[in-house]
Every structure is written in C-alpha cells, then in structure tokens.
C-alpha cells in the first residue's frame, strides 16, 4: 500500500466519506454502504501518494461505536500500526439540524484526533450539489455557523472544504494535506499502539471514552 500520509475518514452514515475516496480515485471502491474499514492508496498529479483509510459511518449506538473503533484499529495494526497523520470528518451540509448523534459523532472525531492535532485536521461539508440556487443563502449561513461553532478541535484553526462530487473537489482537499508538516500522530493510533486493539483496549482510548460517555456512564450492551 502506498502513501507515507495516511488519513482517516470519519462521519455519519452517508455522509459522503466513500463517495469521496471514489472521487479522488481509488481503485476498485463500492460504492454501497460501508461495513468495514478499507485502506485505498490514492496518487494524484499534484502530490504524492496517501493512504486514505474509509470507515463504516458512525451509528447511534455506543455498541456500534464501539466496533467501529475496533475496525479502525485492527486495519492501523494491519497496515503495521503506520503514523495516521491526516483526518477528515464528512457532513452533509443538508443536516441542518445538528442534532445529539451528530454532536456525538463529533466529539468522537476530536477524541479520536486529540489536542494539538488542529492543523492536521480538515472538515468536509458534502451535498452542496443537491442545493438549488435560491437554496444556497441559507446553506452558506449554516456553514459559516458549523465552522465558528462547532468545527473545530482546538486552538490552530481547522481546514473546512465544500465538496463538489468531484475528482478537482476530492484533490483540493487531499492538496491542503500533501504540504502539511505532520507534526503529530493521530492521538488513537498512539492509544492502540498502548492498549492494543481489542473491545477491551477501545475502551481505553479517548475517543472508547467518548463513546461510552454516551452510553450513560459505563454502561454498553455488546461488553
Ligand atoms: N448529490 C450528492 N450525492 C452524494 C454526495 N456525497 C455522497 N452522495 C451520495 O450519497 C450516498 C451516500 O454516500 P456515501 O459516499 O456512500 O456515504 P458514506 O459516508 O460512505 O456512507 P456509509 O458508508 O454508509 O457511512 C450515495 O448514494 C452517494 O452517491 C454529494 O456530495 N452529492
Ligand atoms: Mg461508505
């Protein structure tokens, strides 16, 4: 597989993650719903290559949570437990209501990526080309409100792109990852290489605690 960067894709179910990778151009992607992690090597004119690592969207469960998490670090020991240096969350810009799922799914992603990880980090609004003209005033708003609000996982200002449903869309957002110093290791992939990758080590990790914190304090049906 190649690709020295290695970003991780995260959100909700159909929020556009797997249409993303499929823009961007990696081989052999299927495009229905996703059940498992897939580690696709993207190369592009423009940078070199990445690995770009599509998880299955994040459910309402804690339970479902939870084996996604397993998933995710099972592929990262898989893949021999490389530095994820890059990190996406997706959002259709269509869910005007953020609702608790949403908020949830986002607290994930900023435990997932931990503190001093902002730089290396973008979000990504998706659907924009479902949006009528006279629709778009309303969606720009909306945007600018996530970005101020809720966009962000601390201090150094995140990377916010609209995709287009496109191949130049998908490249632009990879581009702002190709020239970016990696400063730092995504904060899960150091917490599997501590705990290992089992349910139990997950619930360890920040973003395992993150999880269980909606599960109503400790409490998960599958443990
Ligand atoms: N029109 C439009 N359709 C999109 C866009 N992004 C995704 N879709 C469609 O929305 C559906 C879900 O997209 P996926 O890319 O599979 O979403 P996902 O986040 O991978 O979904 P899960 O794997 O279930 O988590 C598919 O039918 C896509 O074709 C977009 O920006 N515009
Ligand atoms: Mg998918």
């Not at 990778?21 to 719903?33: Q, W």
């Not at 993207?42 to 309402?60: A, C, N, Q, Y």
């Not at 995504?186 to 705990?195: N, S």
Request: proline share 3%; glycine share 14%; charged share 20%.
């Amino acid at each position: 597989m190649a690709g020295d960067t290695i970003i991780l894709l995260i959100g909700s179910r159909g929020s556009g993650k797997t249409s993303f990778v499929k823009f961007a151009g990696g081989i052999g992607v299927d495009p229905s719903p996703t059940t498992a992690c897939r580690a696709y090597g993207i190369e592009g004119k423009s940078f070199s290559s990445f690995t770009v690592i599509d998880t299955p969207g994040l459910d309402d469960l804690p339970s479902g949570n939870l084996a996604i998490l397993k998933d995710i670090a099972q592929t990262l020991v898989t893949l021999g437990s490389p530095k994820v240096t890059g990190a996406i969350f997706f959002h259709r810009i269509t869910d005007t209501r953020l609702g608790g799922s949403a908020r949830s799914h986002l607290d994930i992603f900023r435990n997932l990526c931990g503190d001093g990880f902002a730089e290396q980090a973008a979000f990504v609004t998706t659907m924009w080309n479902t949006i009528g003209r006279s629709g778009l005033q309303k969606y720009q708003l909306l945007e600018s409100e996530l970005r101020v609000k809720h966009f962000s996982i601390g201090p150094g200002g995140n990377a916010s792109f609209r995709f287009g449903n496109s191949r130049v869309s998908a490249v632009e957002v990879l581009e702002h990852f190709a020239d970016r110093p990696a400063r730092r290791q995504l904060l899960f992939a150091e917490e599997v290489t501590r705990f290992g990758s089992s349910l139990s080590g997950m619930r360890k990790t920040s973003a395992g605690v993150a999880v269980m914190r909606k599960s109503g304090g400790g409490k998960c049906v599958i443990l």
